[in-house]
């Protein structure tokens, strides 16, 4: 603990762990199936890594920084697809880091079904599941 902030410090790799124990991480199947279910599938990569591997059809795309801005059923810059705070949400960035802790910034903003995709994008691809270019 410091003494001059009062707060722990950790580094990434324990604060990903942690936040990740609050997670129900899914697989590339199990997203593929939760989405055919009314899942949204949100791409937080950002625009080189989308134009180098392609997209996952029907995953909303939302850059990292604007994601709770977008998702917050209650924000004025929300998407459409922002329905409420029942949504089942499934954060996907390229290899399953980032999109731990969107995940859980997403919680914080009331939406409790938000999770990650374990692997990321280049799990998703791995797996076999659709892509396009």
């Given amino acids: 603990m410091s003494e001059r902030s009062g707060t722990e410090r950790i580094g990434i790799d324990d604060l990903l762990e942690r936040v990740r124990e609050s997670l129900d991480r899914i697989s590339p199947p199990e997203a593929f199936e939760a989405a055919a279910n009314g ?10 890594l989308r134009e180098r591997d392609g997209l996952i059809p029907g995953a909303l795309v939302v850059e990292r920084n604007e994601l709770e801005w ?16 029942d949504l089942r949400v499934i954060v996907i960035c390229n290899e399953g880091y980032a999109s731990s802790l969107a995940a859980v910034s997403l919680r914080q903003l009331g939406l409790h079904r938000a999770t990650d995709l374990t692997g990321g994008f280049q799990a998703w691809k791995a797996a076999g599941l659709p892509v396009t270019r």
């Fill in 39 to 48: 899942a949204l599938l949100v791409d937080i990569r950002y625009a080189a």
């Fill in 70 to 85: 977008r998702l917050d059923p209650w924000g004025s810059h929300r998407a459409a697809e922002a329905t409420g705070h």
